[in-house]
């Protein structure tokens, strides 16, 4: 029976990115494991080897009392066959899906709760990447088809290191 596993990360909008960057890392000693500055993305951890990140960082937060704080929360699952199944409750239960994207380290089910809250299920792939990366994918493909995309732009994007600015960011790589 699928089921989340566990908390896998939250994204945050940030007004001031810098700011906010710099004290979840020199502050609480986190680690930046991706970053792309163009975009407004910055992704700490804590343990990098066991997750590559827990705070996902997002400029763009507007102004106002009620303005909205958090990006995403995000649950992992343990197979892909569990994302799967996951996808199919969020659809039969008529919830929006925002994308199934794949980020390489990671395939992800974006969806909006009942109220509207943006949500994720997501499943590691076991394949390192360090860039902020979402390209839609079809997972209900057959596994070998979902894991030869993966393979894919794991191939172009893996001589990233963590932490590391990507040299030209590509406009073509889709970032969430």
Known sequence: MAEVIGLGHVGIYVRDL?????????????????QNWRAGIVFLSADPDGAD?????FRGRPDGVDSR???QISL???TLDDLRVFYRRLVAEGLR??????HVSALGCYY???EGNRSEVFWVTGRACWVP??????IEQPDEAVLAEV???WQRLRHVGMGERMANEPASLQLD
């Open 69 to 71: 704080v958090i990006n």
């Open 76 to 78: 992992r699952v343990a």
């Open 151 to 153: 393979d894919k732009l």
């Open 97 to 102: 899906i925002d994308a199934v994207v794949n």
């Open 53 to 57: 990140h827990e705070i996902a960082l």
């Open 112 to 114: 909006f709760d009942p």
């Open 133 to 138: 990366i979402a390209h839609l994918i079809d």
């Open 18 to 34: 810098e700011r906010m960057v710099a004290f979840y890392r020199d502050t609480l000693g986190m680690r930046i494991t991706k």
